[in-house]
């Protein structure tokens, strides 16, 4: 009859509306590259509206490394606002949605959406719906409880979803997880029409959430080879400033010792009080000073070989004729010395001059963080789960390091000294790096504890 439209008509305005919608949904989708926005959009688009298409959409995506379905998202009909229609909103072919960062935020906050999140799904084949969504890649749908028996069953029933749809996220033939839909409130039948749309949903979204991925990666790749190509010009910035610092050492060194020398003895001929002695004594103490920047300047810049099968060096000795060299400063100081040595012998491969120097230094530094007195603790002991290790520990009442130059103090030229190179802990490392050894540093009760590791011999 005349003004009464044929079923036929209206199953082709239902055709078009859903081909239009699926139009703008894939034209969204290719508005934005953030994975984070993407989700949203996607089940923000399957639950908002006063008619959505489902009440409740969750996404999970697959973990390879652990094998899981690991929560991403939840987002449900009272959570999802309206989507920003961007364009003409009369004409669907010349338009996509948006979504505000607030709205993600909000959603993101959710009880809903943080159990989502903490879910974890083994795909291990014991449960018969994960292995048909996630193994064979195909579509599920029941209008009854799963399984009361199976773990991954309960995991969806925690999240109260009994009566669902499961679709999986294919692109390229790779399933990179599953979005699941329900309507727990009305509980309103999912029809073979809402499947067939969630599926064409689900292909597009898969393949803007791959995108989005590989366009993640490149974007890491890309940062760290920028990283790379900085490190490697400020290398190659640093070499040249440390070889040009090597020959002016070595150039200034020379004429340094020959001043040195006459100033000392200039102060066996002065007059002790004198004003002369004074200056004299003053340019030694400069000089000695001077010579030791060099001398750390230059044993930087070099490479020293060492050979590991000659020398056998006895730890506990070094460090017993370093304390015996430290005695003095130790004393000005007030420092009280605690030692303990048990469990040897203490036997590595190395060069004792060179593992002398890298203890004096550290002793030293621990001495001058302690001027008004402290107690400076020397232990050896082996590591717990290397026997083969030792672990040297010093231990300094000091105060500690500032947690803002902990990651520095290892740098060269970084030193929290008025008149340090900031060479010295730097020249450690280096040691201990030729000995197969390293050096930790960290702040333990009322002070600062470097820890040395060099394996036995």
């Not at 338009?95 to 943080?114: G, K, M």
Request: glycine share 6%.
């Amino acid at each position: 009859m005349e003004g009464q439209s044929s079923p036929c008509h209206n199953t082709t305005d239902k055709k078009l509306t859903e081909l239009a919608l699926l139009y703008q949904f894939s034209t969204t989708l290719l508005s934005t590259i953030r994975l984070n926005k993407l989700t949203h959009l996607i089940l923000t688009a399957l639950t908002s509206g006063s008619s959505p298409l489902f009440e409740r959409a969750m996404l999970f995506l697959h973990n390879e490394k652990s094998h899981t379905l690991q929560g991403m998202l939840g987002v449900t009909n009272g959570t999802s606002e309206n989507l920003i229609v961007v364009g003409s909103s009369a004409n669907p072919l010349s338009s996509r949605w948006d979504i505000s960062d607030e709205v993600i935020s909000r959603q993101r906050a959710t009880e809903f959406c943080n159990r989502i999140r903490a879910t974890r799904i083994d795909i291990d084949g014991s449960c018969d719906i994960i292995n048909r969504v996630m193994t064979r890649n195909s579509l599920f749908h029941t209008d009854e409880a799963s399984n009361d028996n199976c773990p991954a069953c309960n995991s969806l029933r925690n999240l109260g979803v009994t009566v669902f749809a499961a679709v999986p996220l294919l692109s390229r033939d790779k399933n990179l997880g599953m979005i699941a839909v329900d309507n727990p409130l009305s509980g309103n039948r999912i029809t073979l029409d809402d499947l067939h749309f969630l599926q064409l949903l689900a292909n597009q979204a898969a393949m803007a959430i791959e995108n989005s991925m590989l366009y993640n990666r490149i974007e890491e790749a890309h940062s760290n080879l920028r990283d790379a190509r900085e490190r490697l010009v400020r290398g190659e910035r640093l070499a040249a400033v440390g070889e040009m610092a090597a020959k002016l050492a070595h150039e200034l060194k020379n004429p340094l010792i020959t001043i040195g020398g006459f100033a000392r003895r200039l102060l066996k001929t002065l007059v002790s009080n004198s004003r002369e002695h004074r200056y004299a004594d003053t340019i030694s103490k400069e000089v000695d000073r001077l010579e030791k920047m060099l001398t750390d300047i230059l044993t930087f810049s070099s490479k020293p070989m060492i050979c590991f099968n000659y020398a056998h060096c006895d730890l506990e000795e070094i460090l017993k004729e370093c304390f015996e060299i430290c005695s003095a400063p130790l004393d000005d100081n007030n420092i009280s010395l605690v030692t303990s040595f048990e469990g040897g012998p203490w036997t590595v491969l190395g060069d004792a001059h060179q593992l002398k120097q890298v203890f004096l230094n550290l002793i030293l530094n621990a001495s001058e963080s302690m001027e008004s007195g402290g107690t400076l603790t020397v232990s050896l002991k082996k590591a717990v789960r290397d026997k083969e290790t030792v672990i040297v520990s010093i231990r300094d009442t000091g105060g500690g390091i500032h947690p803002d130059m902990m990651k520095r103090i290892f740098d060269p030229f970084f030193t929290t000294k008025p008149k340090g190179t900031g060479l010295g802990l730097a020249i450690v490392k280096r040691i201990l790096m030729n000995h197969n050894g390293a050096i930790e540093a960290a702040n333990q009760d009322q002070g600062a504890v470097f820890r040395v590791r060099l394996p036995l011999a």
